[in-house]
């Protein structure tokens, strides 16, 4: 008898310290949101006078609880705190979108207007004619005076970015082509000066 209860007192001590020495596994399942995306949506090109809407469809994903929307610049926008705001830009303009959410995530992304002007003047101004305009590979610079000398042709964009720098001299009435083969589509200054005059005008490269 007193071997039975000491079996099982020993066995009870075993089975009591298995336990205290027992690992436990505990699983967690966190769902986490997708990552916050923006979409300021496709760049596009509208005639001068236009409107277009901006944003995607949706303009943001992903991320937690709702959403702000912040477009820069806000000028020529019907509301620069929505998701898809109207624009009507005077020139090519780059829209910036920055959403936030609850959580204060932030996206950014960029979408570009680009104004596609179809009927400016050829350029005409006492000594010099620049045409056609639009252009598309060729811009003719035509001087229409006796001129003499060195001069500078720049192309710059509207950021005040040159493209092209080219110097040529001149002798008598001229006429000068300028290559566009390799310039992207948008609306440029051209300027030609030397050291005592300059002339520039506005052109669309096609």
């Not at 007192?9 to 027992?22: K, Q």
């Not at 966190?30 to 995607?56: D, F, H, M, R, Y």
């Not at 005076?145 to 001299?169: M, V």
Request: proline content about 4%; glycine content about 6%; some cysteine.
């Amino acid at each position: 008898m007193k071997k039975i209860l000491l079996i099982s007192f020993l066995l009870f001590i075993l089975f009591s310290f298995n336990r205290l020495c027992a690992q436990y596994v505990v699983e967690l399942s966190i769902e986490q949101p997708a990552a916050l995306k923006a979409n300021a949506g496709e760049n596009i090109s509208i005639e001068k006078g236009q409107s277009v809407e901006l944003g995607g469809d949706p303009t943001a994903q992903g991320g937690y609880g709702n959403y702000s929307y912040l477009w820069t610049p806000g000028t020529n926008l019907d509301n620069d705190t929505i998701a898809n705001p109207t624009a009507s830009p005077d020139q090519t303009t780059n829209y910036i979108l920055t959403i936030e959410d609850s959580l204060k995530c932030i996206d950014l992304d960029t979408v570009e207007v680009s104004l596609d002007v179809t009927n400016i003047d050829n350029f005409s101004e006492g000594k010099i004619r620049i045409y056609p305009n639009p252009a598309n590979n060729i811009l003719n610079i035509e001087f229409t005076e006796n001129l003499q000398g060195k001069y500078k042709i720049e192309l710059i964009d509207i950021q005040g970015r040159t493209y092209l720098f080219e110097e040529h001299k001149f002798s008598g009435k001229s006429k000068y082509q300028l290559k566009l083969n390799t310039i992207p589509s948008g609306a440029y200054i051209v300027q030609i000066s030397n050291n005592t005059e300059k002339f520039s005008a506005k052109i669309i490269v096609k």
